[in-house]
């Protein structure tokens, strides 16, 4: 190795001698001293009951679960067995199918969780569930000195500028339909942005404000090749949100936005009737179907949930793209804004620019099967998925017509996900259940009919998202499933009037036998969804490649340590750290300095993370081994100010120390 790239042997060797030389002068230690009743869900004058759950009270002996509301067995045809799992034990493990993963071993997949409020990515394996690191976004995150170094304050000032976000729907970046480790998307439901997480260092590396829109809240990639990142703008505003209609509802649109994946710019939008929601695509590049409420487009609850009939949007992309490079659009903001609502004259002919298919009402989300056949399109509202045929939806003269089924599961469906074996599975929200359905039995079942479910398993309580092993490729694995529910009830010790979420791990195996739930997970509020893939597809490095960041920041080596000043109230200040010292013992600037700190890490080993903080000047940085990283701070009052590592990287940590001394300006 060159002293350029760590010389990491020399480090270890010194960082030893220097350990020893420091225990020759300390003393052996040896030789000194020989309720939740009455609890319902109204929704625009629709009142949902719940109903007391007091199975699965019994099943997990909760002598408590009296009081409490969870899900209840619905009626099953004669082929379902309902499942008598559903009570497994807080943290227990099934004998037959164990999620613990012994020590030194490792998980077989990475799982990649929303954080919901709290903006981050949560990296967890499956299927010991154990949290192996978080991922800041939209969130400033003091571990990592994620936004408060120069690079990631202007990520997160070009992404808006906003003090938070509230992520919800991660996507992994595909080839061929399948993750191919390169990026992780994710929307910003609260503030209308998209992130994107690069996974070789699994940090984010750029967010977009997405123009014209508020509330980003579906969001997916194109498959198979992610052609764009996809995002559902959630609410209704005038366009442009200028002051303009701004009392006049009827005037008011969502917008379905194209970003690209590389340049992370929004390349066009179309705007629609109603309001957007969840979004998935097909396998061929072409769809892209939204699930849409409040057709009425009212303003108020009471008149969004007026009518029983909303719609799924269909999105021909091609087709926009062509409408766009014909310059059929309008420019707002920048961006090329294409009129995709139902009485727009791009939406007449035989090849309208979006399909309105009839749903029944509030649908909430859509997965799109492994095979591509299929988009699935929870009901919410209605008891039912309305399956559509992707294969049809191109030649039918009535959306409707491509209908292809419409199963009843149970109440409140919400999401669905797939082993990858013929069986679908829905998250019922209402019930508390999770439903195991047959997919080609409910193409040749009557409408509304709940002869494919397969059998139903009880979950505590509330599930929203739930996800198969690698379930949004072509090739599902099966083998577990995880269900992310609202409530946690009284499944954990309380800790106060927020209480955690609960995942819970459930075996599926490959679709042939019984579901299992395996283990109850607490979750910091509120993870929203997640999305796995084989650690065979995630490729993160170790130690930084300082060629990712040549030409943008310098890799300071041990003799290029020193100050610059590169005008009458700049200087630029280079360091390098190893253990246990920094680059310069001291260094003088002047009173009212703009001061540009760069630090390298020159270690070439993994895990050893040095920091630096200078905390009367809000300076805090994490730098992994042969990283970078620069922040600029104004030195504003005289004095001595020191700079100490924050992370245990040796047993001299704590004397790993700089001073910065600012001299006053005369």
Not at 75 to 86: F, H, M, Q, R, Y
Not at 523 to 551: L, V
């Amino acid at each position: 190795m060159t002293e350029d790239n760590g010389d990491a042997d020399r480090f270890v060797e010194e960082h030893e001698r220097q350990i020893n030389d420091l225990l020759q002068e300390v003393d052996d230690p040896a030789d000194a001293a020989s309720d939740d009743d009455g609890f319902s869900m109204q929704l625009g004058g629709l009142e949902l009951g719940r109903r007391d759950f007091v199975k699965a009270g019994a099943a997990t002996g909760l002598a408590s679960a009296a009081g409490a509301f969870a899900g209840c067995q619905t009626a099953l045809p004669e082929s379902a067995t309902p499942s008598d799992s559903g009570g497994s034990g807080s943290q227990g493990s099934s004998a037959a199918h164990s999620h613990v993963v012994e020590p030194g071993e490792k998980d077989e997949y990475y799982g990649f969780w929303s954080g919901g409020h709290s903006g981050e990515i949560r990296v967890i394996g499956i299927p010991s569930m154990r949290e192996l690191a978080r991922i800041p976004v939209f969130n400033t995150e003091a571990a990592r000195g994620y936004g408060y170094d120069d690079q990631s304050s202007q990520i997160l000032e070009a992404g808006g500028g906003y003090t938070w976000g509230d992520n919800h729907h991660p996507n992994l970046s595909e080839t061929d339909g399948d993750y191919d480790g390169e990026y992780l998307f994710v929307n910003d439901k609260a503030n209308g942005r998209i992130a994107r997480v690069n996974l070789k260092y699994f940090e984010t590396d750029a967010i977009v404000d997405v123009p014209n829109t508020q509330a980003v809240h579906g969001c997916t990639v194109l498959s198979p090749d992610t052609k764009y990142v996809l995002g559902n703008g959630e609410f209704r505003t005038p366009l442009p949100n200028d002051g303009r209609d701004v009392n006049n509802p009827e005037k008011y649109t969502a917008l379905f936005s194209a970003v690209d994946p590389e340049s992370m710019e929004t390349v066009w939008q179309v705007k629609v009737d109603g309001n957007l929601d969840i979004v998935d695509t097909g396998k061929e590049g072409r769809w892209a179907i939204a699930s849409c409420y409040n057709s009425e487009e009212a303003t108020e609850i009471q008149g969004m949930t007026h009518d029983d009939r909303d719609y799924a949007k269909v999105f021909d992309v091609p087709a926009i793209e062509k409408a766009v490079e014909n310059g059929d659009y309008e420019e707002v903001n920048g961006v090329p804004v294409v009129d995709g609502t139902r009485d727009s004259d791009l939406n007449k002919g035989d090849e309208p620019l979006v399909r309105y298919v009839s749903t029944p009402k509030s649908p909430h989300c859509v997965e799109v099967g492994p095979d591509g056949k299929y988009a699935f399109i929870a009901g919410k509202l209605s008891p039912t998925v309305t399956m559509l045929d992707l294969d049809k939806i191109g030649e039918v003269d009535d959306p409707a017509d491509a209908v292809a089924g419409r199963p009843k599961v149970g109440l409140g469906p919400l999401h669905t996900t797939f082993d990858g074996n013929g069986h679908a599975y829905t998250s019922l929200f209402i019930d508390s259940q999770v439903a195991k359905w047959d997919i080609e039995k409910a193409a040749n079942a009557e409408l509304g009919s709940s002869d494919p479910v397969v059998e139903k398993l009880d979950v505590h309580y509330n599930p929203g998202h739930i996800q198969a092993l690698e379930a949004m490729t072509t090739d599902p694995d099966g083998e577990w499933l995880v269900s992310l529910n609202k409530l946690s009830k009284d499944r954990f010790l309380p800790v106060g009037p927020i209480h955690p979420d609960n995942d819970q791990l459930i075996h599926i195996g490959d679709g042939e036998k019984e579901m299992e739930l395996v283990a109850d997970h607490p979750a910091y509020p509120e993870p929203h969804d997640c999305i796995f893939a084989h650690k065979d597809k995630i490729n993160p490095a170790t130690t930084w490649d300082k060629a990712d960041y040549e030409g943008e920041k310098p890799f300071v080596a041990e003799g290029d340590s020193g100050v610059e000043r590169t005008g009458e109230r700049s200087v630029h200040v280079k360091a390098s750290s190893k253990r246990s010292e920094y680059g310069m013992f001291d260094f003088t600037v002047k009173e009212g300095d703009e001061v540009r700190l760069t630090m390298t890490n020159v270690e070439g080993v993994r895990d050893i993370i040095h920091g630096v903080a200078i905390p009367e000047h809000d300076v805090n940085l994490a730098i992994a081994p042969q990283d970078t990283r620069e922040v600029t701070f104004t030195a504003d009052d005289p004095g001595v100010y020191w700079i100490y590592c924050t992370y245990f990287c040796s047993a001299l940590h704590l004397e790993m120390r700089s001073r910065m001394i600012v001299e006053p300006r005369d």
